[in-house]
């Protein structure tokens, strides 16, 4: 594991135990960010190079669908396991992947 400085950053969880890691992804929705503590190394007064690039993230509305088929016609009819699909429709364009296996 990298030294925590500054090329690395030291994660402290709720139950007290800790990482250290060279790259961190926050995997959130933009209004889970903003619950962030104002005191964490984040969004702390010395990272305000931090704040500005959260302030320039931009959100993607999506969904994620799980649904069951009592035939997966996709794969005993079409032999298909995984793949992508665009949609054009007048309202908001649809894309979407699958991946069954």
Do not use: C, Q
């Not at 994660?11 to 903003?34: D, Q, W, Y």
Request: charged share 20%.
């Amino acid at each position: 594991a990298p030294a925590a400085g500054r090329a690395a950053s030291r994660l402290i969880f709720a139950g007290g135990r800790s990482v250290t890691a060279s790259k961190v992804l926050l995997n959130l929705p933009s209004n889970a960010i903003e619950y962030l503590s104002r005191d964490s190394t984040l969004l702390g007064s010395s990272s305000a190079a931090v704040r500005r690039l959260l302030g320039a993230v931009t959100t993607i509305p999506m969904v994620k669908v799980y649904a069951w088929y009592d035939d997966a016609w996709w794969s005993t009819k079409l032999g298909l396991m995984e793949g992508a699909f665009t949609a054009a429709t007048d309202g908001a364009p649809l894309e979407g992947r699958y991946h069954d296996g």
